[in-house]
């Protein structure tokens, strides 16, 4: 879709982050694999996948739930986190989705809305070269209900002091995209770094 008609249908754009703005998700599933070879859970990369977006406290609390095991959750939590940490710096934009906020950002607000805790969001942000393009940055530590809830978006929106039904939102993941249907805003889905027109969700007549 051309930004032009972008600019035509919608007054402010929110974007996840990892795996929709920056290359991190193989660091995040780095991670997840490690804590499943120290704390003997299952580890199938696609489902951990689908859950960008997700805190990794809540992602350890679905473990235990889903695979009908207890687990040491601040231990598992901290044992992916800290491994997270030690490679946050090799965290690289994507250049399309670099090019889109280089486009989007000189005519309307652009809002992060992510699944992370802000530190490590800040830090990705500043180590991929994106911080300035954002006014708005809503993570993990600013709401109560995290994706598929509604709320980082419906925040997102408000701080931007936007309807919701006038933003669109970028997303990698199958839960992110019903957090937007949530939230009430239309929403992209990004595949492999780079917006898919086809999966282009409209919910409210323009």
């Avoid at 989007?104 to 992370?116: E, K, N, Q, V």
């Avoid at 408000?158 to 992110?176: H, N, Q, W, Y």
């Avoid at 957090?179 to 999966?199: Q, T, Y």
């Amino acid at each position: 879709m051309l930004i032009d008609n972008l600019l035509k249908r919608y007054d402010g754009f929110v974007f996840d982050m990892d795996g929709t703005l920056v290359d991190s998700m193989p660091l995040h599933l780095a991670g997840w694999e490690k804590a499943s070879e120290i704390f003997d859970f299952h580890y199938n990369p696609d489902w951990f996948y689908n859950l960008g977006g997700v805190p990794s406290r809540k992602i350890a609390e679905l473990i235990e739930k889903e695979q009908g095991i207890t687990l040491d959750i601040d231990a598992v939590t901290k044992t992916k986190s800290d491994y997270f940490l030690t490679v946050i710096d090799r965290v690289t934009p994507f250049p399309a989705m670099k090019a889109l906020v280089h486009a989007l950002s000189s005519h309307c607000p652009l809002a992060i809305g992510t699944g992370s805790i802000r530190k490590n969001a800040e830090t990705m942000l500043q180590h991929s070269g994106l911080r300035h393009y954002f006014q708005i940055l809503t993570t993990a530590d600013d709401v109560i209900h995290h994706k598929p809830n509604p709320d980082t978006f419906l925040l997102s929106a408000a701080k931007m002091d936007l309807k919701p039904s006038r933003c669109l939102v970028f997303e990698d993941t199958e839960i992110g995209l019903e957090a937007a249907k949530n939230a009430g805003m239309d929403c992209v889905l990004i595949v492999d770094g780079e917006p898919d027109w086809n999966r282009y969700q409209d919910h409210h007549p323009k």
